[in-house]
């Protein structure tokens, strides 16, 4: 059922209301594209109702743009329709002034953006909605706001809908801006794909009666099984990094398989290796471990007739759900007892589990006081390639690619951070500047009383980590952070072995640097003991150069410097 089907049954449930209040206002507007504008309010709604939203936020969505292009100001329609949906307007309205260019000076505005979803994140949602019908009709309007808007898009709203869980729109949004983003690309893909796209759903047709046949044989009653053609924006990022060659690009279209229960879900999976072997490494189980934003399913990808490679992605009908519209899957509502009626809908309030990335943005957020920080931090921390590194307990933590034992510390608990003396990669001892990557179980080990080294600052990749580093220097020299040095203090972890001090003070004196003070502590950590140099120098390259030189000797598993 469409919104203007429930104004026409029940005018006078909140929906109903909101779309007699919106065509009222809208009355004699027009679009670029010449319709009249109340369409885009109500495309804008139905993609709302669609993702099973409440009441309230579909009335918002219907009037979306009411007290920004008419006569009429929130606190009419606060008497209306009450504080939560004027709340909610309120929001959009600000979010309507944004206007992304990729520019530093847009810094206050994707604050506000931030901010926004993170007291309500139904104002995010609607926006969301409101994008994608905009970007739907982008081509009615100007060239020079077509290319603005499509960055804006995706730069900004489909990766912010892929954060929400919300894959399915994160990559309509995608591709609706990547043919104005570059359109050449574009162009090229279309002539060049077509053909291919064609001739893998062939093949896949001739093998889906296989696979159907062999799950009947075991007692698997699929609910679906359909291919899923992948996404030119995806599948361009993809080809660049296989030399624009298609014959490497396995998941062109792959098979996706709905089934009853996470049982099937395995089942599944086992009938498929048993018919094709599987691709070595190519087997991915994100039921058992989610990604963090929510998304389950098993991917396999195997060597199927002829030879032919192809990739299989089975999940339950909810998990299907969740991976096509993520948050808005949670933001169910209720009905009251007695009745199905529309007016009687009430919000059943996401978990709170479910926003936990939008409260850590305001917490950040608050920590920043430099405005240009913030931004960095959003780009870097929000907009780049992730890696899922687990703790020792099971717990997936979301770092951006890049990150270090000292970024995944920080990012479990400042303390954590600012005390953190080594780690352990799946059980091997790294040093603190070593990258992790997808799948690595991490350990910190902590001393109480620690604080972080300046040398940190060098290799560490969040913001986040950056900025607690800085304080508590800041904290710990009793004056702004950075501090003018003359010596430096170099720490090395190494095995107690005899000679590992002159092996260490022959690399330092043959760079002509003098050793003020060396000294070895006879506290180990995990059999480790840590030695310490103070030199006459404070070139920070001549110290990096040194520090390499260092962890090259036999034995030492980490080397940290501090100036002093």
């Not at 359909?226 to 298609?246: E, H, N």
């Not at 089942?267 to 990604?291: C, E, Q, S």
């Given at each position: 059922m469409s919104v203007k089907d429930i104004a026409k049954k029940e005018p006078?449930?909140?929906?109903?209301?909101?779309?007699?209040?919106?065509?009222?206002?809208?009355?004699?507007?027009?679009?670029?594209?010449?319709?009249?504008?109340?369409?885009?309010?109500?495309?804008?709604?139905?993609?709302?109702?669609?993702?099973?939203?409440?009441?309230?936020?579909?009335?918002?969505?219907?009037?979306?743009?009411?007290?920004?292009?008419?006569?009429?100001?929130?606190?009419?329609?606060?008497?209306?329709?009450?504080?939560?949906?004027?709340?909610?307007?309120?929001?959009?309205?600000?979010?309507?002034?944004?206007?992304?260019?990729?520019?530093?000076?847009?810094?206050?505005?994707?604050?506000?953006?931030?901010?926004?979803?993170?007291?309500?994140?139904?104002?995010?949602?609607?926006?969301?909605?409101?994008?994608?019908?905009?970007?739907?009709?982008?081509?009615?309007?100007?060239?020079?706001?077509?290319?603005?808007?499509?960055?804006?898009?995706?730069?900004?709203?489909?990766?912010?809908?892929?954060?929400?869980?919300?894959?399915?729109?994160?990559?309509?949004?995608?591709?609706?801006?990547?043919?104005?983003?570059?359109?050449?690309?574009?162009?090229?893909?279309?002539?060049?794909?077509?053909?291919?796209?064609?001739?893998?759903?062939?093949?896949?047709?001739?093998?889906?009666?296989?696979?159907?046949?062999?799950?009947?044989?075991?007692?698997?009653?699929?609910?679906?099984?359909?291919?899923?053609?992948?996404?030119?924006?995806?599948?361009?990022?993809?080809?660049?990094?296989?030399?624009?060659?298609?014959?490497?690009?396995?998941?062109?279209?792959?098979?996706?398989?709905?089934?009853?229960?996470?049982?099937?879900?395995?089942?599944?999976?086992?009938?498929?290796?048993?018919?094709?072997?599987?691709?070595?490494?190519?087997?991915?189980?994100?039921?058992?471990?989610?990604?963090?934003?929510?998304?389950?399913?098993?991917?396999?990808?195997?060597?199927a007739v002829n030879k032919q490679i192809v990739e299989f992605q089975i999940r339950t009908a909810q998990m299907h759900e969740e991976a096509e519209n993520g948050i808005a899957a949670h933001w169910a509502y209720e009905e009251k007892k007695g009745g199905k009626s529309y007016a009687q809908r009430r919000t059943s309030v996401a978990d709170k589990k479910e926003v936990k990335w939008v409260q850590q943005l305001r917490t950040w957020q608050k920590e920043q006081e430099n405005s240009e920080e913030f931004l960095e931090s959003m780009k870097i921390d929000f907009f780049k390639d992730r890696i899922f590194a687990i703790t020792p307990k099971g717990e997936v933590i979301d770092l951006p690619a890049g990150s270090t034992p000292v970024d995944f510390a920080y990012r479990i608990h400042s303390d954590i951070g600012n005390q953190c003396i080594g780690a352990k990669v799946n059980g091997q001892i790294v040093p603190l500047a070593h990258k992790l990557i997808s799948g690595d179980i991490v350990e910190i080990n902590t001393q109480k009383g620690k604080k972080p080294s300046s040398s940190w600052l060098e290799f560490v990749r969040t913001e986040l980590a950056k900025h607690h580093i800085k304080k508590e220097l800041s904290q710990k020299k009793g004056m702004a952070f950075p501090v003018k040095s003359k010596k430096t203090e170099f720490r090395v972890l190494a095995k107690n072995r005899i000679g590992i001090i002159k092996d260490i003070s022959i690399i330092i004196s043959r760079s002509h640097i003098g050793i003020t003070s060396i000294n070895s502590s006879s506290e180990t950590h995990g059999g480790f003991h840590v030695v310490k140099i103070i030199c006459d120098i404070n070139d920070p390259k001549k110290v990096q150069k040194i520090a390499l030189k260092l962890k090259n000797i036999e034995e030492v598993k980490e080397v940290e410097y501090k100036f002093i």
């Open positions: 006078e449930s909140l929906i109903g209301k909101a779309y007699i209040f919106a065509e009222k206002a809208h009355n004699g507007q027009k679009r670029a594209s010449g319709e009249p504008y109340l369409n885009h309010s109500v495309c804008t709604a139905d993609f709302l109702l669609e993702w099973k939203l409440d009441d309230e936020t579909v009335a918002a969505g219907l009037l979306h743009d009411v007290a920004e292009d008419t006569s009429i100001t929130l606190n009419e329609i606060e008497k209306e329709f009450g504080k939560n949906v004027s709340f909610l307007i309120a929001g959009i309205t600000k979010l309507g002034k944004i206007k992304y260019r990729g520019t530093e000076r847009q810094i206050g505005s994707i604050k506000k953006l931030i901010l926004a979803s993170s007291e309500d994140i139904r104002v995010l949602l609607i926006k969301l909605a409101d994008r994608y019908h905009n970007m739907q009709t982008l081509r009615f309007l100007p060239k020079n706001k077509q290319k603005r808007i499509a960055l804006e898009t995706y730069e900004i709203y489909a990766p912010l809908a892929y954060r929400l869980g919300m894959q399915n729109l994160s990559g309509e949004l995608e591709d609706l801006a990547f043919p104005y983003i570059n359109p050449e690309a574009y162009k090229w893909l279309q002539e060049n794909i077509k053909v291919k796209y064609e001739d893998r759903e062939k093949y896949l047709a001739k093998i889906k009666p296989i696979v159907a046949k062999a799950l009947a044989e075991t007692g698997i009653r699929p609910q679906k099984i359909s291919f899923r053609a992948k996404r030119y924006s995806s599948l361009y990022k993809k080809l660049l990094r296989y030399d624009m060659d298609i014959e490497k690009i396995y998941d062109l279209v792959a098979f996706r398989i709905i089934v009853s229960s996470v049982e099937d879900c395995y089942a599944t999976l086992g009938v498929i290796h048993k018919l094709w072997p599987p691709f070595p490494g190519r087997i991915k189980d994100y039921i058992a471990m989610p990604k963090p934003n929510g998304y389950k399913s098993l991917h396999t990808v195997v060597i």
